[in-house]
């Protein structure tokens, strides 16, 4: 059977280059974009789109039923910075959207899922650097406790039911097409805006605040190749570690700085730098390099000439 795909979310940060990656592979006619909102005139233009509520399992079932979908991904959800915000609203958007798609692959109408989860699943009590794909998981924000559900959930639907749910912990994802919104790694995107744009940058955490990063480019890939693999590799049905690369603040500006050589950064944290402070820092991704041959390619060096480049 032709894949036909449907990604919910399709016109936010990932959803976007995600839904033009999966169009060059299978056809722009084989990949549903849907989101509440229209996105890029690229989006639009480049095949279907359906507006639909992650939150409206009816809405889900008729587009798939309509054209036929075997394959989802799953990219509505809420932010952790926002989710701080609106505890509730974030908590029903990002459970309600994984239940329903859970339930439509147990009865039959998918045969294929994909759902981020995120490095927020993690807590203050986890082990700070190379973070372990099984280790101690307490998340003290909304976001990170509804991954950290869901992860559950999507093992137990695999275990109980044979869903072919596959989900990888996203770091902060760096990319250029579209912006992020209400994330708490998302410094290391505004940084280049007012970077390219000649002026300074207020960041909303300290100078040493480590996190695990990726540029855009690999984490598609990785959505990609996790998702034709051979059902047999994937061990791991919570979710996998993912990793790619660990800056600081300060670490990103002196490399801007190479580049923009007066570009200046200042520092003012605020409510994010607690969250921040709560993730690790550096993460071990062992088992998705052995079971699905994972592989990142970018580094900070070449991330940051990319970005600056694009955004130019
Ligand atoms: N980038 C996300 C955030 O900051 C983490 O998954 O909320």
């Known amino acids: 059977m032709a894949t036909k795909v449907l990604v919910i979310g399709a016109c936010g940060q990932i959803g976007t280059e995600l839904t033009m990656r999966l169009r060059e592979i299978y056809g722009g006619e084989q990949v549903i974009a849907s989101d509440i909102r229209e996105g890029s005139e690229e989006i639009m233009a480049s095949g279907p789109f359906e507006s ?30 926002t989710g701080e915000k609106f505890p ?95 994330g708490t790694t998302d410094y290391a995107i505004d940084i280049f805006h007012k970077a390219v744009a000649g002026e300074n940058y207020n960041c909303f955490l300290s100078e040493n605040t480590e996190l695990p990063m990726m540029y855009m480019e690999d984490a598609v890939r990785a959505t990609v190749e996790i998702m034709r693999a051979p059902s047999e590799e994937i061990i791991e049905r919570s979710s996998y570690n993912l990793s790619g690369m660990s800056f600081t603040p300060q670490d990103i500006a002196n490399e801007i700085n190479k580049h923009v050589p007066d570009f200046s950064i200042s520092y003012e944290p605020d409510f994010r730098q607690q969250i921040a402070d709560s993730w690790p820092s550096s993460i071990d991704d062992a088992p998705a390099r052995k079971d699905w041959n994972w592989k990142h390619e970018y580094g900070l060096d070449q991330m940051v000439t990319e970005m600056l480049s694009h955004l130019k």
């Open 88 to 182: 509730k609203k974030a908590w029903s958007l990002n459970m309600d959207s994984l239940m329903h798609v859970l339930d439509l692959a147990k009865e039959g109408k998918i045969d294929k899922l994909f759902w981020p989860s995120s490095i927020a699943v993690f807590g203050p009590t986890t082990p700070k650097h190379d973070t372990p794909q099984h280790t101690i998981m307490e998340p003290t924000t909304v976001y990170g406790i509804s991954k950290q559900t869901g992860e559950r959930w999507c093992e137990y639907y695999h275990q109980k039911y044979g869903v072919d749910v596959r989900s990888m912990r996203y770091p902060g994802l760096i990319s250029w097409k579209t912006l992020p919104g209400g």
């Open 52 to 81: 639909l509520d992650a939150m409206n399992k009816s809405q889900i079932e008729d587009v798939c039923l309509h054209y036929q979908v075997n394959e989802v991904y799953l990219m509505a959800a809420m932010l952790s910075a």
